[in-house]
């Protein structure tokens, strides 16, 4: 009789800081969304600006490669402007978001604080990580919500006109082959007058295609970052907030190592592959 052992994900290099700047506050709500929101869509949970200066000072000798801000919807947060501004004078910074609130105007306004951060010796930048379900408008908002579709190739083509660089994260829950979507993307983009093809698109399956057993995977979110929240330090933004993940209550003495035993780990094991940072 042989005994299944959980494996053990051991993170060398703290390369990756997500931020959860709220865990519940969202405008949107995805049908396809791992996250359990409250029926209210207001709620008061944001992550303080202290806490986060806190963090950052705790990690001041790790070689950052990237923050991500979080949620969430991370540009409901309050003090979304400052905290954006003050993660941008530490490393590149990449905003997790459902394209909601990036109009002309407000991509604009981030360009310019992008610009502002060129006046240091050290000129990090801005990214944005979007997300579609599907090639077609019906099929992804099925998944998302209606006039998602519209919303996120809108931000897609202004954030290209302003030269941001942008990653496009693909839900496969209609299982379609990597090649079939990457090349219909991309006529997508063309279609839409997208200049910067350059984006990134990454494939991922859901939650139902994992296996029911955890395979050893070789690239996965927590063997190269972190989740901050209100609670603490966890393992990764699927596990943020659940026990399970939960590594410490701060970046001054947290785990490096996390058991992979959820349904979420299983997912991470079937993509083999980073879910939420880019690369």
Same mark, same amino acid.
């Given at each position: ?112 604080? #992008? ?23 019906? #099929? ?67 939650? &139902?295609?994992?296996?029911? &057993?955890?395979?050893?995977? #070789? ?30 209550? &701060? ?29």
């Amino acid at each position: 009789m042989s005994i299944y052992t959980a494996p053990v994900y051991k993170m060398d290099k703290l390369n990756n800081l997500f931020i959860e700047l709220t865990a519940k506050n969202c405008n949107q709500r995805c049908s396809g969304c791992y996250i359990d929101f409250p029926i209210s869509k207001k709620s008061k949970d944001f992550l303080s600006v202290d806490k986060i200066k806190e963090a950052l000072a705790d990690i001041e000798d790790t070689d950052l490669h990237c923050i991500y801000l979080t949620g969430g919807e991370p540009m409901t947060h309050p003090d979304f402007n400052a905290i954006l501004r003050l993660c941008l004078k530490r490393c590149n910074v990449c905003i997790c978001t459902n394209s909601s609130f990036l109009n002309e105007k407000k991509i604009r306004f981030l360009k310019k604080v #992008e610009d502002e951060g060129g006046m240091n010796l050290v000129h990090n930048q801005i990214f944005f990580r979007l997300s579609l379900a599907h090639f077609d408008e019906q #099929e992804s908002d099925k998944i998302k919500y209606r006039g998602h579709f519209r919303q996120t190739m809108s931000a897609l083509k202004t954030l290209s006109r302003y030269n941001f660089i942008s990653v496009l994260s693909v839900q496969n829950f209609y299982r379609l082959s990597e090649v079939v979507l990457r090349e219909n993307f991309l006529r997508l983009f063309a279609q839409n007058e997208i200049v910067n093809t350059d984006i990134q698109i990454n494939v991922s399956y859901p939650l &139902s295609d994992a296996e029911d &057993s955890i395979s050893q995977a #070789e690239n996965t979110d927590c063997m190269h970052g972190r989740i901050l929240t209100r609670q603490g330090v966890y393992s990764c933004p699927f596990l943020s907030n659940d026990y399970r993940g939960r590594m410490g209550s &701060s970046f001054k003495d947290y785990s490096k190592s996390v058991t992979a035993e959820t349904d979420f780990c299983a997912v991470c094991s079937a993509n083999n592959n980073r879910i939420f940072a880019i690369g």
